[in-house]
């Protein structure tokens, strides 16, 4: 049984080694094109431009795989690190030390997600109808707590953590780098990342399996909320104010870059190195197109033919595997 389980794992990591190769190539062939069409884009200015613009959508779209995987999908994530935003924001207005407003912003965001995840885990409710019902409620709250207006205030202390550098590396890249590696020891390296491939793959066969199903998919969320709220913290820290409008349809992006990645809307398959790069596609090509001087309309084109694309691809090779 386990050798029949070893040898099913290693089919799964080769497919998904052939995937993420066939994502950069992907990646690669926008990089040419744009390079050869604007003298510009290739630049090392703008390739860090690239990179800290793609960053917080792949922070949080580094959850929505989880959850993706597992066989869910989240799209709460906006207001809940509008929210999150907001609740730290407010905390350091009010003068209580940045450490203690950056965890109660965290633990909110998870909160956030062991909410939708207790609902879809418990209540057998859609992943789809709960997060849409979450989406309006957590914006809701976020709106009638700051009456629609901005907070500012923010210690000019918090706001260097993302401004600044290391290396000449932006600080928000290197954060999703470190919590990249941890998503993927997570998935990778750790029996709760077996459990979100298997109860994304078959809920059934993983119950009766002995899979804490219920347990696993609620981490997933939890995962969700508070890679979302650490996306939060770090635009507002960018920014120097937490809007409660923060994260608008920042749910389509993390879905776009998962599924770029190769993440199966179907669960049961999907990578953190995927998910990465397709959120650098998504920031490559804004950019490229941004530079040709194209329409935003013309970008959600773009965005839109890039993601059936990768959904047809990823029909084709499911039905091989």
């Known amino acids: 049984m386990q050798t029949v389980e070893a040898k099913s794992a290693s089919r799964l990591r080769l497919t998904a080694g052939l ?13 040419v094109v744009f390079s050869s ?18 960053a917080i959508n792949a922070c949080v ?12 999908i989240d799209l709460s994530v906006g207001p809940t690190a509008a929210i999150a935003a907001v609740a730290a924001a407010t905390l350091m ?34 992943p789809f109808i709960v997060t849409l019902g979450t989406l309006s409620l957590y914006r809701a709250i976020a709106l009638i707590y700051t009456g629609g207006n901005p907070i500012f205030g923010i210690p000019p202390e918090f706001r260097a953590l993302f401004t600044g550098s290391v290396g000449g590396i932006p600080n928000p890249v290197n954060i999703v780098a470190v919590l ?9 390296k750790t029996p709760l990342g077996e459990y979100f491939l298997a109860v994304g793959g078959n809920e059934e066969a993983s119950h009766i399996a002995g899979v804490p199903v219920r347990r696993v998919k609620i981490a997933a969320y939890v995962f969700s909320g508070a890679l979302a709220a650490t996306a939060g913290l770090i635009l507002v820290g960018r920014l120097g104010a937490a809007d409660p409008t923060l994260g608008n349809l920042w749910e389509l992006d993390a879905i776009a870059a998962a599924a770029i990645g190769g993440a199966s809307l179907m669960g049961g398959k999907g990578s953190v190195v995927g998910t990465l790069i397709g959120a650098v596609i998504l920031g490559s090509l804004r950019n490229g197109l941004t530079l040709l001087n194209v329409q935003a309309f013309y970008q959600l084109l773009a965005t839109g033919i890039i993601i059936l694309v990768a959904m047809l691809i990823d029909r084709a090779t499911r039905g091989r595997e």
Do not use: E
Request: hydrophobic letters at 65%; proline letters at 3%.
């Open 37 to 54: 069409l604007t003298p510009t884009f290739l630049t090392s200015a703008n390739m860090l431009n690239i990179l800290q613009q793609s």
């Open 180 to 188: 990249s590696l941890a998503i993927w020891i997570v998935l990778n």
């Open 93 to 126: 207005a009010a003068g209580v030390p940045i450490p203690l407003a950056v965890l109660a912003a965290l633990l909110i965001g998870a909160a956030a997600g062991a909410f939708n995840g207790a609902l879809v885990a418990f209540g057998g409710l859609q």
């Open 61 to 72: 779209a580094l959850g929505m795989t989880l959850v993706i995987i597992s066989g869910g």
């Open 19 to 31: 995937r993420d190769a066939g994502t950069l190539f992907g990646l690669l062939v926008i990089v």
